[in-house]
């Protein structure tokens, strides 16, 4: 007859570590880095389109009120 080990949470807790990697994970490895391919060689390059300035007006003061006479 064997008997259970009441295990409190607290080292549930510390053995849950182990159980995991025992178990494993579903997840994917994950893929190794590498430098992106960048500008292809031999394709001409284009400075970017350069738009004129916005040029606001001066703000007009505000005119009075007129007053019936």
Sequence with gaps: ???AIQLTPGRVAQAWFG??????????SPK???KSP?????RTR???????????RATLSPKEPSVAV
């Design 19 to 28: 159980i995991l990697a025992a178990i494993g994970t579903p997840a994917c």
């Design 38 to 42: 960048g500008w292809t060689p031999g």
């Design 32 to 34: 190794p880095r590498g």
């Design 1 to 3: 007859m064997t008997t």
């Design 46 to 56: 284009l400075r970017r389109i350069r738009y004129p300035k916005v040029k606001k």
